[in-house]
């Protein structure tokens, strides 16, 4: 066993280091193994198991149902990335029960835990980094009402589409614009007013504050 521990600790180890340098360089992603079809997979097939009657009653589509939960939650956690930690830590974990002069049963038992919990741990990381991700995306929704900058002129009367830069949600965004107003150039301060697409917008120009004139 403890070449076996050092094959899944090495090969493991070599993977998930390659993963995360990648991961750096935004060369690859990771792919859910599972995934929605996984999830369809699993519930459909106990699904029309279920939908036979047998003598069981409601008492067995219960506990198949509590099964199916489980299963289908497992299978969620799957991807390249966690299997990857689940093995390099399995490795890792039997190797240490190994050190510490663990019985054979007692050292893979530690090297089971270890990658389990690694398992877990990673998809946890993994569904926060995504949640996060997600929360920190800026919604063009949230720029009307805004002022921006035009950063390539605008033609006037809808005669083309320039470009603006706003701030939205504390991030310097750039769009599409368009006006009805008159041609405004590089530089003029607007207001965005409208959605005109996904990423696209109608501004119009903010007056200049009135100058006061002084004797």
């Given at each position: ?71 289908a939650a497992f ?135 009135a100058r006061t004139?002084?004797?």
């Amino acid at each position: 066993m403890e070449q076996f521990y050092q094959v899944c600790a090495i090969l493991g180890g070599t993977i998930f280091a390659a993963q995360f340098l990648l991961s750096l360089l935004g060369l690859t992603g990771d792919h859910d193994l599972a995934g929605d079809s996984g999830g369809e997979h699993f519930s459909g097939d106990h699904s029309l198991a279920a939908g036979h009657d047998t003598s069981g009653g409601d008492a067995h589509q219960g506990g198949a149902a509590g099964h199916d939960s489980a299963t289908a939650a497992f299978v969620r956690l799957l991807s390249v990335r966690t299997i990857v930690a689940a093995i390099t830590f399995f490795g890792l974990g039997g190797l240490l029960g190994n050190a510490w002069g663990s019985h054979p049963m007692g050292s893979l038992a530690i090297a089971c835990g270890s990658g389990f919990a690694a398992l877990y741990i990673v998809a946890w990381m993994m569904q926060a980094l995504m949640r996060l991700r997600s929360d920190g995306t800026a919604h063009i929704e949230n720029a009307v009402g805004l002022a921006a900058v035009v950063y390539l002129t605008v033609p006037g009367q809808r005669a083309g589409k320039g470009k603006i830069t706003v701030m939205v949600q504390d991030r310097t965004m750039e769009y599409e614009a368009e006006t009805e107003h008159n041609t405004l150039p590089t530089g003029t301060q607007v207001q965005v007013v409208a959605l005109n697409g996904p990423d696209a917008v109608d501004v119009v120009p903010i007056p200049e504050p009135a100058r006061t004139s002084h004797a």
